[in-house]
């Protein structure tokens, strides 16, 4: 038995701890914002910040999250406020949106490292996320209008 | 993607409710039955050929009853009955509907259709058909919901209904300026009579509110940014269960035992549930296999990996898409069943002063849907109701009333966000599935989650396809003989048993409708069988004809010694309207009257010069770059596309910028017209680059993204300018979903050969050029 954060509510959790956070987060907490897209960590839907690091939720088990903080997209700012949920609204960035949470994660962890990212660095950062609708050219406006460019 | 799976009759039953207008659309009770022939309908004679949106199962419907609500506070909510994949639908539908009834947008809320093409017409969002066949209706709608008002105004204030106009979620006396709002009168425009459609006055399109104005942000952007949007995958419901499926590793396979002692003893898994393998022709009935049924989907799937299964793989064991390959490369090499034929192409062929050939190759292709399929069923007292992100929400239930031999007013289909379709989600397989998994259960809810191993080893694939065409020069370099030769399996292997050629609307995917003016052609289709599922992928048959035929046109274009624009539009000819009904038996034109939607080459023309202006063909490039160029109609829309390749001298392939051309007519949604033109870019270049799913031993070979890997924001192109080519809003919409995909790969085959002299011939490109 431990306790982790999520969104700023402390949980305890005495199942297995290699079950994979992101079942953790959707099955158990309901919060089904963050997505099932390989279980591979090979697409990034599934992303979400561990002590404010961009992680992939089904490589990730609980018990790598004992103790410590989780943030998924409904936590990121339950307004919806956050410079990169406004920037993905104002460029229009979702087709079907179901990578999107994942993309938003992502950028978000860029953003904290690399405040002015170059175009070379927004690919790179990004390139662990699948968007099959093809979302990449509002990807990267948005992100570079996020921060201020 | 049209209708083979006819349904229900034609004539139209509503079930419609009068206080909907003030309640909610969606409220129930007080339901009365009326019945009503949509407008359209009426004028199509028995027996006629039905074209367009009359052609579909439960035509469209255009009763404001059914699609519009107003509540007190002068909240309108807008019905949409197309289901959202990321094309724009649940904001581009409200829209239309919005516009003619002068509603204010920011106070309209969208509400999704249950399926019920009774109640709401057809609802198979596919064929890149929403807009095309619904605009009219919604408009309609919308114009009669504003004269309901305009009348509820009118009688309130005791004048004549010429003295009162509605704007701007208002209906206001004109003598006075006196005022109204939608609120106040919703309850008294309910009880107006719903007006005929031939008394409807629609706007004059230069008062468009919406209709073609842009700047309007997708409905579902602030849930989708939050994590607050409901896809398939995500429904959650008191006491629900968690399935995963083992389903055959070959199509047609069965289960001959299987132990499940191992799987039980997983923590969390309640039970195992054999659903049985289905009759050939499989349709969309799921491939049968045993269920895992947990209280959570990681249970459910570790529960599935300790399985032991004893399959009998049945008659398609040997496939094996390599050995597949030659086969259909030696049908390809002789004559096959000829699907049009103009001139003496023999004879043309013979004076020829060059001849050139070439074969091309165009893997099956999987659908890989960011959402994986997922469907959720309850059954209470024999009612079942099911949630799911579904294309074909009335196929839906109908699949789930005959499977669980229900009643057909007891199954209601909650459709819910799509993460991505492109014709997988409508094929309801998964559904079924969980109909059948909860009726196991005694109808717990139970959410049958496929991973993405089940997506890309249990698809409905793309069909693989070998194009062979060869062609005739004269000295000047015209083509004045072609040969094209489609071998693929057909999709309608999937719906009847061992069809042997393409379908007619296989064939009017680009291969009939060829627009060369070349005077002596012949158009053939070899004989090819199924050995997987074969189904409808975005784009369809286009993908493979388009490839083929626009990088043969770069060929000719080389051989001739011509550029390649100058090239691709001597071969579209002079501006023409061109009836391929004589030489093309059982033409079809997606599904609409080639009268109304030509093959206007004057269309593809324009868009070519367009294109050339706008995308700067012609431009300088460093060395290593080169300009390629396709265009194609599809959908009866036009596409035309420019793509910069650039070539290092490792053979590494960037794409540092595309231009793409739209001509699909008048205008809704410029903003969902720029996105899906961006996305189907991506798309196209997957295909071109990186797409393969193969098969050994009649297993798919890949199994998720690190095996069948998509192109990613470090690929993607550096800049995509796409053009729309303006229209005014007086001639017929073409389709958008789709006829972006088709030029993509060959404009890029096309470009990879003006900058390195390479001709890429089979799909995908992967590491040819490093060879």
Known sequence: ?149 | MTAHVQRHSDFVIQNVSRRGLLKGALATGGIVLCAQIPLGRASVAAGAPKFGADGMPHGTVNNPLAFVSIAPDGTVTIVCHRSEMGQGVRTGMPMIVADELEADWSRVKVAQATGDEMKYGNQDTDGSRSTRHFTRPMRECGAAARMMLEAAAAKRLGVDITEVEARNHEVILKSSGKALGYGELAVEASAMPVPASDKLRLKDPSRFRYIGKGGIDIVDGFNITTGRAVYGQDVRVPGMKYAVIARPPVMGGKVVSFDAAETMKVPGVEKVVEIPAPPSPFVFLPMGGVAVVAKNTWAAIKGREALHITWDEGAHASYDSKAFRSALEETAGKPGEVFRQEGDLDGAMAKAAKKVEAQYYIPHLAHATMEPPSATVRITDGKVECWTSVQSPQAAHDLLVKALEATPENVTVNVMLLGGGFGRKSKPDYVVEAGLVSKAMGGTPVKVVWTREDDLRNGFYHTVSVERLEAGLDATGKAMAWRHNSVAPTIMSTFKPDPKHEANWEAGMGLVDMPFDIANLRIENGEAQSHTRIGWFRSVSNISHAFAIQAFAGELAAAAGKDQKDYILDLIGPARILDVRAAAKDFWDYGENPDTYPIDTGRLRKLVELLAEKGEWGRKLPKGHGLGIAVHRSFVTYVAAIVEAAVDEKGNLTVPRVDVAIDCGPVVNPDRIRSQLEGACIMGLGVALKNEISFKGGKVQQANFDEYDMVRINEAPGETRVHIMPHEFNMPIGGVGEPGVPPIAPALINAIFAATGKRIRSLPVGNQLRA
């Not at chain 1, 978000?108 to 690919?123: E, F, G, M, R």
């Not at chain 1, 996320?129 to 921060?147: D, E, H, L, M, P």
């Open chain 1, 1 to 149: 038995m431990f306790t982790l954060r999520v969104n700023g509510e402390t949980h305890s959790f005495d199942g297995d701890p290699s079950m994979p956070l992101l079942w953790y987060l959707r099955d158990e907490l309901g919060l089904t914002g963050t997505k099932f897209g390989c279980g591979i960590a090979a697409c990034g839907a599934c992303t979400i910040h561990l002590e404010g690091d961009a992680v992939r939720a089904c490589q990730t088990t609980v018990g790598d999250a004992a103790g410590k903080s989780v943030t998924t997209i409904e936590g990121l700012d339950p307004e919806g406020k956050h410079p990169v949920q406004r920037a993905w609204r104002a460029v229009n960035v979702p087709q079907c949106g179901y990578c999107q949470a994942g993309q938003i994660m992502q950028a978000v962890a860029l953003l904290k490292q690399s405040p002015k990212p170059s175009d070379a660095d927004i690919d790179e950062a990004m390139s662990g996320n699948i968007c099959r609708c093809g979302t990449y050219q509002r990807i990267r406006v948005a992100i570079k209008q996020a921060a201020g460019a």
